[in-house]
């Protein structure tokens, strides 16, 4: 059901699915990178039945809340989109000019190399090797812009995206299970902490990002559940 789905909180890695004894129960997902011994991360798994129910709960909350406070539940989302919107769109459009003014800078370089050498300033041989860096740079700034755009496109498209987001969850307001349909469609990842035992009893958090919305402010939504 969560194939692709889920990662590691602490290293980002994937979790893989293992297991022995489907009727006992006993698959689960562990961190890749603890599992390989690359001791990047420490050795933690979680059961797969565990992470269904876990899931399963949080998903609920979603649904019930964009049924019952579409309105509220639009709004939250779009202060939270707008806010990290407007920091990635600076950080991008920035990125973007540099990008662009470089790609300038370096056609100049080029004609620049290009007179040295018709002149004899520049040999043909060190022509050569500094007009293919330019060109190989040019070329790498210019597949970096063309990104940048897509990124930034996307980025501002966010406010469009909680709409296609609510209609996606409304389809499911009637399922009483969570379906591998359902999870892939609404679900972009799964982060599993590590476990803690501080209390004497094993306790583990997962964090949702979910897809075209990213992470959903639960704490924030259920204020209006006792508003």
């Known amino acids: 059901m969560f194939s ?10 994937k979790m893989y699915f293992n297991g022995v004894n489907e009727k006992e129960n006993k698959w689960f997902f562990s961190c890749s990178n603890a599992r390989c011994g690359t001791k990047s ?8 039945v565990v992470l269904e129910r876990l899931v399963w709960h949080y998903t609920q909350k979603v649904i019930a809340l964009v049924t019952r406070y579409e309105a509220y539940f639009r709004s939250i989302m779009e202060q939270k989109l707008q806010a990290e919107g407007d920091t990635i769109l600076k950080t991008k459009r920035r990125q973007l000019e540099k990008a662009e003014k470089r790609i300038q800078e370096l056609d100049r370089l080029f004609v620049r190399t290009y007179e040295d050498n018709v002149s004899g300033k520049l040999s043909d041989e060190r022509f050569a090797v500094m007009s293919r860096g330019y060109e190989e740079e040019q070329q790498g700034l210019k597949e970096n812009v063309e990104i940048l755009r897509q990124e930034i496109e996307v ?5 469009q995206n909680i709409d296609l987001f609510i209609e996606r969850v409304k389809k499911y307001s009637d399922l009483d299970a969570l379906t591998p349909y359902m999870a892939h469609e609404l679900i972009k990842a799964i982060y599993v902490g590590a476990p803690d035992k501080s209390s004497g009893k094993r306790r583990q958090n997962i964090c949702i990002q979910y ?3 990213g992470f959903i402010p639960l704490d924030e939504l259920m204020k209006q559940e006792t508003a």
Not at 4 to 13: E, P, Q
Not at 41 to 48: E, L, N
Not at 155 to 159: A, D, G, H, L, W
């Open 211 to 213: 897809d075209l919305i």
């Open 41 to 48: 991360c420490t050795s933690h798994y979680i059961r797969a």
């Open 4 to 13: 692709g789905l889920v990662f590691c909180a602490d290293c980002k890695g």
């Open 155 to 159: 980025q501002e498209r966010q406010i």
